[in-house]
């Protein structure tokens, strides 16, 4: 989690036609608080718009009941209530996702955390490979001084120049060095400059591998998690899509595409039903479903009636039952 001291309210909140029909229940205040505390927890987290005591385990009721001091009864019914009018989202697993956290969030504040997680973070990895490098701790934080790890983006560039810097110094030695000395010395600050190039160069290729198959994984456990048609593994073919599109949208904005989906085919309230596997999601409902509310006008059904679906289900081929 990171350091984040405060989050957006706008002043039309309470104009809001959802936080009108909220005020016209029972427990109005109560639910109006507990929907404000959700939003602050969301912004401690800082995981855009995820709540969570930690990556693996979500609060439960019992857990926000003791956090926001309300019974639990209290914040079920607001749990529920905020479900329903598509504030907020529970997927499986009871990890709780605030719909449209950009109108909520502080985005200097949670972009500057961030960064300065990051730039924590890898300054230790650094500091850690250059000990056991045989560097000694002031060693280490010499080099750390000369070398700007605050943009991943930049490190390239940065190897790029340590290594020309390292030619030239090359160079210079053949011209300029008086004696054997000097010329071992400077030689030696070389290699250490050249393997600490090398080492930035790993960790950046190894962070960036980790996080697109990181992503890829997400993707395909989310989807088999909705149930709706489940794949056994996770193909060459799969990873290629899924890669594909990870290229022009974000892993959240596919979970939620996918959350939509199966909101739609699920629902009476929608006549769309037909139901894909992965590839074909991806290649042809991914945005159909990427906004809900306009997947909901698309699909919803007319004349005030609702779809029987046992006549209108397709029925999906025993072979792609589990794929």
């Known amino acids: 989690m990171s350091d984040i001291t405060?989050?957006?309210?706008?002043?039309?909140?309470f104009s809001d036609d959802k936080i009108k029909l909220i005020e016209s229940m029972p427990e109005a205040d109560a639910i109006i608080v507990i929907w404000v505390k959700l939003l602050t927890q969301a912004g401690k987290t800082n995981a855009n718009g995820y709540i969570f005591l930690n990556q693996n385990e979500p609060l439960t009721d019992e857990m926000l009941s003791t956090i926001f001091n309300r019974p639990v009864n209290t914040v079920r019914l607001a749990l529920k209530i905020l479900s329903d009018f598509g504030m907020?989202?529970?997927?499986?697993?009871?990890?709780?996702?605030?719909?449209?956290?950009?109108?909520?969030?502080?985005?200097?504040?949670?972009n500057k955390a961030g960064e300065q997680s990051k730039l924590r973070m890898r300054k230790s990895r650094t500091r850690a490979k250059l000990l056991?490098?045989?560097?000694?701790?002031?060693?280490?934080?010499?080099?750390?001084?000369?070398?700007?790890?605050?943009?991943?983006?930049?490190?390239?560039?940065?190897?790029?120049?340590?290594?020309?810097n390292v030619q030239n110094e090359d160079e210079l030695i053949k011209v300029e060095e008086k004696d054997d000395e000097s010329r071992n010395k400077n030689r030696?600050?070389?290699?250490?400059?050249?393997?600490v190039a090398q080492q930035l160069r790993n960790?950046?290729?190894?962070?960036?591998?980790?996080?697109?198959?990181?992503?890829?994984?997400?993707?395909?456990?989310?989807?088999?998690?909705?149930?709706?048609?489940?794949?056994?593994?996770?193909?060459?073919?799969i990873k290629r899509k899924i890669n594909g599109c990870l290229?022009?949208?974000?892993?959240?904005?596919?979970?939620r595409s996918i959350d939509n989906y199966k909101?739609?085919?699920?629902?009476?309230?929608?006549?769309?039903?037909?139901?894909?596997?992965?590839?074909?999601?991806?290649?042809?409902?991914?945005?159909?479903?990427?906004?809900?509310?306009?997947?909901?006008?698309?699909?919803?059904?007319?004349?005030?009636?609702?779809?029987?679906?046992?006549?209108?289900?397709?029925?999906?081929?025993?072979?792609?039952?589990?794929?």
């Open 6 to 13: 405060w989050i957006k309210l706008k002043t039309e909140m």
């Open 88 to 110: 907020i989202v529970i997927d499986d697993k009871g990890f709780i996702l605030i719909e449209n956290w950009e109108k909520h969030q502080n985005i200097e504040g949670m």
């Open 132 to 164: 056991e490098e045989g560097y000694s701790p002031s060693e280490a934080e010499r080099i750390l001084a000369e070398v700007d790890l605050s943009s991943v983006t930049d490190v390239a560039q940065q190897l790029q120049h340590l290594l020309q």
């Open 188 to 195: 030696e600050n070389s290699l250490k400059t050249k393997a």
């Open 203 to 237: 960790v950046t290729l190894q962070n960036k591998n980790k996080n697109k198959n990181n992503n890829i994984y997400t993707v395909f456990d989310h989807w088999n998690s909705k149930e709706i048609i489940s794949h056994k593994n996770l193909t060459d073919k």
């Open 247 to 255: 290229k022009e949208h974000s892993a959240k904005e596919i979970l």
């Open 263 to 323: 909101l739609i085919i699920e629902s009476d309230e929608y006549y769309f039903d037909h139901k894909w596997i992965l590839k074909d999601f991806l290649q042809r409902g991914l945005e159909k479903f990427m906004n809900l509310e306009t997947a909901k006008n698309n699909y919803a059904v007319k004349n005030n009636g609702f779809k029987n679906r046992s006549n209108t289900v397709n029925p999906i081929p025993a072979s792609h039952q589990m794929l």
